[in-house]
């Protein structure tokens, strides 16, 4: 199985920029989906991103369809998503996770394994 640890989360200011690395150990990377998702305060985990096992294939909110860029390289064992244009209602805890399946998914339950999550802060 997987284990997933993100990074890059933290404080940032209303139309900056901030990359979050997901990485991955044991298991093989090249055969997961990988989505990005996150949860504020008082609300329910939602989804953000996904991206194929291959790359091929990736998937957005509309909340941030054309801020953020989901990508991964297998050869490094990590996914990452970009997020540019940043707003405060984009505070939450990122989470990365991870799928084996045939296709990629939007429903948090579909995915098994889900790294500690990192917080994303933005200020305005």
């Known amino acids: 199985q997987v284990q997933l640890v993100e990074s890059g989360g933290g404080p940032v200011q209303a139309g900056n920029s901030l990359r979050l690395s997901c990485a991955a150990s044991g298991g093989t990377f090249s055969a997961y989906h990988m989505g990005w998702f996150r949860q504020a305060p008082g609300k329910e985990r939602e989804f953000v991103a996904a991206?194929?096992?291959?790359?091929?294939?990736?998937y957005y909110a509309d909340s941030v369809k054309g801020r953020f860029t989901i990508s991964r390289d297998n050869a490094k064992k990590t996914a990452y998503l970009q997020m540019s244009t940043l707003k405060p209602d984009d505070t939450a805890v990122y989470y990365c996770?991870?799928?084996?399946?045939?296709?990629?998914?939007?429903?948090?339950?579909?995915?098994?394994?889900w790294g500690q999550g990192t917080q994303v802060t933005v200020s305005s």
């Open positions: 991206i194929s096992n291959r790359g091929v294939s990736t």
């Open positions: 996770a991870a799928r084996l399946a045939a296709l990629f998914a939007t429903v948090p339950s579909e995915y098994r394994y």
